[in-house]
């Protein structure tokens, strides 16, 4: 077989991502922690990028943005950029409508909408002030969680008194290990008084704070989940058979067979042994909402990015124009030049960022408006694909946008994830229902069974046709036990158990 060498030309397609747009995707997906850690590694090594920390206004003019991004090429890219992710879609949520008049290049400084930085807001707001501030998660300690929760408690002064020195004995991991005895004769009262308000305190979240032993944590947490029964009492009173795995002398002290005693203690292996250790050190970390949404007058919803997770960086334009005027070798010079290039895309990719995630945001806020107005029961169902035709991009992009992305609302603190759900059948023309809101609608009829009414999966079945959903028996038992939810034989048992 002979060898030869030889020159052919070939002509083809091919998917080549260029380092700058594997950066923008990049920069999609990151959490805001991730991110600002990302913005840190940038600036140590590109000196001509430098952090913003001047306040941000939404009436930058056309030549600042031309500053940050420190060429008129980069501004010429970056309008291109808004002009491709700002296109007006058919449908535009009323509340979000002002946006586009609001936002403004700046780095990538915060874009908004409905509510712009200076506080004005649409839809008949009246510029009334917004405290987004006080919506943020942040960390406090134990004592600090309990303390909130005793101010809102409603006791009495005296009360509060001896609720503060139990708070004050309650150690990191959630325990209390003060001295009923010792505390009562220190503050002048009774130990039943002491020990009625220690079961007040007991209320307070996390479930199972300030027990005294492990024992009474475990059983806190059964009972608010209301599986404590004589046979489980039994169960936390021998913690000591469980540990040595002794099955056979577990069932005959609590009453039960040996495959319920296994259930028991998966149960308890389910459990929190230390209620208190999330807000102990630093391992405990605050989730920060990327966007925040308000609700404003006449039904429409306010929605805007938190300005305080998005880095604000700039070129040092300045300092460019001095190191390119002064004579240097080509391998300095290239140098230079890509730290320029970094620099500039590295803004737009931030700004790109923030007014992807607005735009997602918006239209997740317009599909489940009924969701904010009126709880998880309204939840629509909602696939990344209405949500990318809606607003004009791909839906790997919708997918990335909403992976740790988090939305501060009144109703609470929500992955973005949350609000897209399978669609479940509606038995008639109607409008098919969200997977979140059956299962909600699930957990609503079971809590509401009496030793007489308890609802197999084929009763549940039953009863949600009447609510017209069309279910199949096998998804309803699915949606249970991922709901935690026994059986229907297992819940007989414990209402029976507990009467």
Not at 322 to 336: G, L, T
Not at 347 to 373: H, M, P
Not at 396 to 411: A, G, I
Not at 458 to 484: H, M, N
Request: proline letters at 3%; one cysteine or more.
């Amino acid at each position: 077989m002979a060898f030869s060498q030889r020159i052919e030309m070939r002509q083809g397609q091919s998917l080549v991502m260029t380092p700058q747009l594997q950066q923008a995707i990049k920069l999609l997906q990151l959490s805001n922690i991730e991110l600002a850690e990302y913005v840190d590694q940038e600036l140590e090594k590109n000196p001509l990028l430098q952090r913003d920390d001047s306040e941000f206004s939404g009436d930058d003019s056309s030549s600042d943005a031309k500053d940050d991004y420190g060429s008129d090429d980069g501004a010429a890219q970056l309008a291109d950029a808004q002009n491709n992710l700002d296109a007006p879609s058919e449908d535009t949520y009323e509340a979000d409508s002002p946006s586009e008049a609001a936002v403004e290049a700046h780095g990538a400084n915060a874009a908004t909408s409905a509510a712009g930085a200076s506080g004005s807001t649409s839809g008949g707001g009246g510029g009334e002030d917004f405290d987004f501030e006080s919506m943020m998660s942040s960390e406090k300690t134990l004592r600090e969680h309990l303390k909130d929760q005793l101010a809102m408690s409603g006791l009495n002064e005296v009360d509060q008194i001896i609720a503060s020195q139990l708070i004050e004995e309650t150690d990191e991991g959630g325990y209390m290990r003060g001295d009923i005895p010792q505390t009562a004769e220190l503050l002048g009262v009774e130990e039943a008084h002491v020990l009625e308000i220690l079961e007040i305190c007991q209320g307070f979240e996390p479930t199972g704070v300030m027990a005294r032993s492990l024992e009474e944590c475990l059983a806190l947490q059964l009972k608010e989940q209301n599986r404590f029964d004589p046979a489980m009492d039994a169960l936390l009173n021998n913690l000591a058979l469980v540990a040595k795995h002794d099955l056979s002398g577990l069932a005959q002290l609590c009453g039960v067979d040996r495959a319920d005693v296994l259930d028991m203690i998966a149960e308890i292996k389910a459990l929190t042994p230390r209620p208190g250790a999330a807000f102990a050190g630093d391992a405990a970390q605050a989730v920060v909402p990327d966007v925040f949404i308000r609700e404003l007058p006449y039904g429409a919803f306010g929605v805007e990015l938190n300005s305080d997770t998005l880095p604000r960086v700039l070129m040092d334009r300045t300092y460019y124009a001095e190191v390119s005027s002064m004579p240097m070798r080509d391998k300095d010079r290239e140098f230079i030049e890509e730290c320029a290039a970094n620099a500039n895309w590295l803004i737009k990719s931030l700004d790109q960022r923030a007014r992807t995630i607005l735009k997602v945001a918006q239209e997740v806020v317009r599909q489940q408006d009924a969701f904010f107005v009126h709880g998880v029961a309204h939840l629509r169902p909602l696939n990344l694909k209405t949500v990318a035709d809606a607003i004009g991009m791909h839906e790997s992009t919708v997918s990335r946008v909403t992976s740790n992305k988090y939305l501060s609302s009144p109703r609470g603190l929500f992955e973005l994830k949350y609000f897209f759900s399978a669609a479940i059948a509606s038995t008639g023309d109607g409008e098919a229902h969200s997977a979140e809101a059956v299962r909600h609608r699930i957990k609503s009829l079971i809590d509401g069974e009496t030793l007489a009414t308890v609802l197999s999966d084929d009763q549940l079945v039953e009863e949600l046709r009447g609510f017209g959903i069309d279910i199949a028996r096998r998804t309803v038992a699915k949606y249970r036990e991922s709901l935690r939810i026994p059986s229907s034989v297992q819940r007989r048992r414990l209402l029976r158990q507990s009467a």
